[in-house]
């Protein structure tokens, strides 16, 4: 595991699409207190093995989502974020194994294209907490990860950053460095 | 029974256990490994241990690979040096209700930045996709506007801002000057330049300088001029991160600047169609500055042919252009290099460029003395035989032009009525008018008879350091309701907006420049519709050029547009001798204008 320190000026957007034909890939991106880019991570789109698929079932979204590529992305920073905001449900799976902060957002860029399904707080029966005119989700068992995302997003809000724009950002990002998940 | 089950591994399996059969398993009992299933033929097969074989099936897998970069950071961006006032528009009001990102919700503006096609590295591409949008960056840096720019111009920003060779082709009026110093003031911000180098005309250097205060109050400037030593010491000093020198000057400053010392991360021409001519000595010098980033700033990319276009580009790109290429292949080649728009396609509600056609007869003694000078005329062309050179045809063409303009012996002009008829109605409703001419000649007898109205003159015999007290005289004084200019000195770069009329008193050669002239007034922030009156005298040479000068307006429409087909280029020999009926007298066909 690379070691990092947390900085406190950079946040983290992390998202998970998943293709019919190309499988999973995953995009990180970095950014400072001003929205401006530091970093950019992203995967080698993963396909999931048949014995995945039936061993883990319902569970496979977030077994590879969270488990394997949200978890892979957080290692890989050179600053590490305060907070890790993700447009992907099934991403919150890192919290099992990586003690990082993550938070999803809901809503959704109207561009994004993923079968993937992005957080709602009324359609899902998990811890939720709306700051300003956001709404954000942790992981049962994880409630009190919650009072972290508010004392960190009151700030940010302050700064007018936009907490979905990003995930465009990374979308675009994701096509250009995966041709092929763009006719996806 | 032989089973086993490890951490990342479940190693049960027997020939059974095939594809086709899943799907009838309803569960699998790791503990006792009981299979459950409503098959009992296969069922009792699953019984026969003796066929029962062990493979390992993997479950989880390592981490997936990634790729990354790291980006630079600007310290710049965080200083807050650049103004303490946010800008007019509002980007976010971050307590709203976040509805404007769900699916069904209208989504607010953004202006994305995006890279250019011919950046190949996945590294380099990234950086500026993943830049945040420009309404995010005015911002977040609190740039302070001294108005909201038009989404256009964020567009235009944008297409700049990742470019290291552009032309900014936008027509006349459309803001290319606050685009490009927009762009070059987040470009600063951001580090990615330090060294930037304007050129422009001379008359424009003021007005750059204005601009400059305008949109970007912050940045140093350095104005090159004065005495030799004063010069060089300006050309380099470091401390000015935007210098800016007109193209007159390059050539008294040519030693310095093929001296290599200087170096510029970025150059900019306005006006860039002064190069179109690639061996003149001022392009020669122009392309020769060491730089890294090179953009064209012109309405007119094209004024007479695609040489013009190709002449550009061998600034912004070299090589990259051939005279010979087809038209198709020169659309696609320059396709993701020129941004171009119109008024009619961005400016939608902008009031309308109303053109008035004052075709006219000559007067009685007009038209005596016009045929007998080009009866004269082409009986002394004919004389000359194979001697004959275009310059003799030109000599022709002036001279018949200047009697449609006034009769050389009683100095009737029947343009000259109408103007008079149309500027009383002008100067009666409190409004103010520009009157264009070739001649500076034409300019004083204008002058003359028009004296009751006040008039200015802008023209090249004007010292270039009274010219803009002229322009601050007619804008303030209320007495001066007409300003004479000349197409040479008064088609670019002038800000005339409060100024509704136009008139075209002789027209020019190129319609381009004809466009120029009539953007001073109808450009951004004019207010009401600019009414243009283009005079032209019926049944005389004025006519004839008046047609071949239609056929190099749709020459440069079709290079802009989509699917256009390609165009006989520029104004031949042919065609100039064609004004008289004449036939060329040698197999040369060279471009002549």
């Known amino acids: ?184 | 029974m032989e089973y086993q089950v490890i951490t990342d591994e479940v190693t049960v399996q027997s020939t059974f256990f095939d594809s086709d059969r899943l799907c009838d398993i309803q569960s699998i009992d790791m503990e006792s490994f009981s299979v459950e299933t409503k098959d009992s033929e296969w069922l009792s097969s699953w019984n026969d241990w003796s066929e029962l074989r062990v493979l390992p099936i993997q479950c989880s897998a390592p981490l997936p690979k990634t790729i990354g970069f790291a980006f630079p950071e600007s310290t710049l961006w965080n200083a807050n040096t650049l103004g303490t006032e946010p800008t007019e528009r509002v980007i976010q009001d971050s307590t709203a209700p976040r509805e404007t990102w769900s699916k069904n919700a209208p989504t607010k503006r953004i202006t994305r930045i995006r890279p250019p096609g011919d950046l190949v590295r996945l590294e380099d591409r990234l950086y500026y996709l993943l830049q945040p949008p420009l309404e995010t960056i005015v911002q977040s840096a609190k740039l302070v506007f001294p108005f909201t720019p038009f989404p256009y111009q964020m567009e235009g920003i944008a297409f700049l801002f990742s470019r290291a060779a552009a032309v900014l082709a936008d027509e006349m009026g459309l803001g290319k000057t606050m685009q490009a110093i927009t762009t070059i003031r987040m470009l600063l911000l951001s580090n990615e330049l330090s060294h930037v180098l304007l050129i422009c005309p001379k008359p424009l250097v003021t007005n750059w300088v204005r601009e400059f205060r305008q949109w970007a109050p912050e940045i140093p400037l350095a104005v090159i001029e004065g005495d030799s030593h004063k010069r060089q010491w300006i050309w380099t000093n470091p401390q000015a991160p935007v210098k800016i020198a007109n193209y007159e000057l390059l050539m008294r400053d040519r030693e310095l600047i093929d001296d290599g010392q200087l170096e510029f991360d970025l150059v900019v021409l306005d006006e860039a169609q002064r190069i179109k001519n690639r061996n003149s000595t001022t392009s020669e010098i122009v392309r020769s500055i060491p730089r890294s980033r090179s953009w064209a700033l012109t309405g007119t990319p094209i004024e007479n042919s695609v040489e013009d276009l190709v002449s550009i580009f061998e600034f912004l790109s070299p090589g990259y252009l051939r005279d010979d290429m087809h038209h198709k292949s020169l659309c696609q080649a320059t396709r993701d290099y020129v941004l171009r728009r119109t008024k009619d396609k961005v400016l939608t509600d902008m009031p309308p460029k109303l053109f008035r056609e004052a075709d006219l007869d000559l007067s009685a003694e007009q038209r005596l003395s016009y045929r007998a000078a080009e009866e004269e005329g082409v009986v002394h062309l004919a004389e000359l035989g194979e001697s004959i050179t275009i310059q003799h045809v030109f000599e022709l063409v002036l001279r018949l032009k200047q009697i449609c303009n006034f009769d050389p012996t009683t100095g009737t002009s029947s343009k000259l009525e109408r103007l008079e008829a149309d500027l009383e109605e002008v100067a009666a409703s409190g409004q103010k008018a520009i009157i264009f001419s070739q001649w500076v000649e034409t300019l004083d007898i204008l002058a003359r008879r028009l004296d009751r109205y006040h008039p200015l003159q802008y023209h090249g015999r004007i010292a270039s350091n009274k010219r803009d007290g002229v322009i601050e005289r007619f804008k303030s004084d209320p007495k001066c309701k007409v300003i004479l200019m000349s197409y040479g000195a008064g088609a670019v770069g002038l800000n005339l907006q409060f100024c509704h009329y136009v008139f075209l008193f002789d027209r020019w050669w190129n319609p381009a420049i004809e466009d120029q002239a009539i953007n001073r007034a109808h450009r951004l922030g004019v207010k009401q519709p600019v009414t243009v009156t283009r005079m032209m005298s019926v049944d005389t040479i004025e006519q004839r050029i008046h047609d071949v000068l239609e056929e190099k307006r749709q020459l440069f429409n079709s290079l802009f547009a989509d699917n256009a087909a390609p165009r006989n280029l520029g104004l031949s020999q042919k065609e100039i001798f064609g004004l008289f009926g004449l036939s060329i007298p040698t197999a040369k066909n060279q471009k002549a204008a």
Request: proline share 7%.
């Open chain 1, 1 to 184: 595991m690379e070691s990092s320190k947390k900085n406190a000026n950079t946040i983290g957007f992390l998202t998970v699409r998943k293709h019919e034909l190309q499988g999973y890939v995953g995009g990180l991106l970095v950014l400072n207190e001003l929205a401006r880019p530091l970093e950019f991570h992203c995967t080698l789109p993963i396909q999931t093995t048949r014995s995945q698929q039936i061993l883990y079932g319902p569970t496979l979204d977030g077994f590879v989502a969270g488990e394997q590529i949200a978890r892979s992305l957080m290692l890989k920073p050179r600053s590490q974020p305060v907070i890790y905001f993700t447009d992907t449900l099934a991403a919150l799976s890192s919290r099992h194994v990586d003690p990082q902060l993550i938070a999803a957002v809901e809503g959704a860029w109207s561009g994004a294209s993923s079968a993937l399904p992005h957080p709602k707080a009324e359609s899902c029966d998990i811890p939720c907490i709306a700051v300003g005119g956001y709404r954000f989700m942790v992981m049962p068992n994880y409630e009190k990860d919650l009072e972290a995302v508010a004392r960190i997003v009151e700030p940010l809000l302050g700064a007018s950053i936009d907490l979905i724009e990003p995930f465009s950002r990374i979308e675009e990002a994701l096509m250009e460095a995966h041709p092929a998940t763009r006719a996806a």
